[in-house]
């Protein structure tokens, strides 16, 4: 038996954001069903915890481990480390081991980005981003690819150096940036949430009843980042019900609060399959939690470009 293929960060990257979405919705319209994932497993451990996340479809089967450590950022070292493995659906032979980070990067942008092509009222000119790490900035490399249409990223985050060297990075890839101003929230036609915040970042009420919101910074269950008057006016999106209620602080605490009734979240499949459509004149909110089957999906398709 063959050892399994090494894919780096560099052969994640080579799928490119566009082709990370069309095999989600590819695998969406192929009926693969979110809600037969298993639930995320956290390990405790002494520096933080392990986060083990299986999935099983009929192409593939794989696992992500993820690693979170706190106490790294004081130490120079990344919060988030990891590694997917990859392994043929017929023979459950290890086929490849994917870098879990770029993975994990790449197919989160991925799959806003995918929420956002089946929500967004109209073509978006103004992206807001909350956040200055990794995943703000693949969401506005992700969003740019989908969306051309985009004229100008707003940028809001609590440290000032890192916002003037988010706004300076986007500024050098040819983007229009900023650091948004008070009137942010209310300008942009897409708000992109990616931060660690346990509370809500802005105001709910001032988001136009036109723009599409993307919360995906917590998979928590009493951490969130928008409140529950965005909920409550909201249409949601989710990838899956029971996710969501087990994990996503946004809709749980909405719900708790009365402002949201869990029976209409709307689940991404039936989005993307054309069996549900967000009516107008309502704010479009797309909570993720991040679950193990987007890794699989775009794990397999890196794969594949990889031995093509």
Wanted: proline share 6%; charged share 25%.
């Amino acid at each position: 038996m063959s050892a399994p293929a090494w894919l780096d960060a560099q052969a994640v990257e080579r799928l490119s954001p566009t082709g990370a979405v069309d095999a989600l919705e590819a695998a969406l319209r192929g009926g693969l069903d979110p809600e037969a994932d298993p639930p995320r497993a956290a390990v405790p451990a002494a520096a933080g915890e392990l986060l083990v996340m299986p999935s099983s479809a009929a192409e593939a089967v794989g696992v992500k481990l993820v690693s979170v450590a706190p106490a790294n950022a004081e130490r120079g070292l990344p919060r988030i480390q990891g590694v997917y493995v990859l392994f043929d659906a017929d023979t459950l032979a290890p086929a490849a081991l994917v870098d879990g980070i770029a993975l994990t990067n790449l197919r989160t942008a991925a799959v806003s980005a995918l929420a956002v092509r089946h929500l967004a009222a109209a073509a978006p000119r103004r992206l807001l981003v909350f956040g200055t790490g990794p995943q703000a900035w693949a969401h506005v490399v992700a969003l740019q690819a989908e969306h051309p249409t985009l004229e100008r990223v707003d940028a809001r985050g609590r440290d000032a150096d890192r916002l003037d060297a988010f706004v300076a990075r986007c500024r050098a890839a040819g983007v229009e940036a900023h650091v948004g101003g008070d009137d942010a929230v209310e300008a942009a036609d897409v708000v992109c949430c990616a931060t660690t915040a346990r509370e809500p970042l802005f105001d709910g009420a001032r988001v136009r009843d036109d723009a599409t919101v993307v919360a995906i910074g917590s998979h928590e269950p009493e951490a969130r980042e928008v409140d529950e008057r965005l909920a409550g006016r909201a249409v949601v999106v989710v990838e899956s019900r029971a996710s969501a209620l087990r994990e996503a602080g946004d809709v749980i605490l909405a719900a708790r609060a009365g402002a949201l009734d869990p029976a209409a979240l709307v689940p991404l499949a039936a989005l993307v399959r054309g069996e549900a459509r967000p009516p107008a004149g309502r704010p479009r909110l797309f909570k993720s939690t991040g679950m193990a089957w987007e890794d699989l999906v775009v794990a397999a398709a890196v794969h594949a470009r990889a031995a093509a």
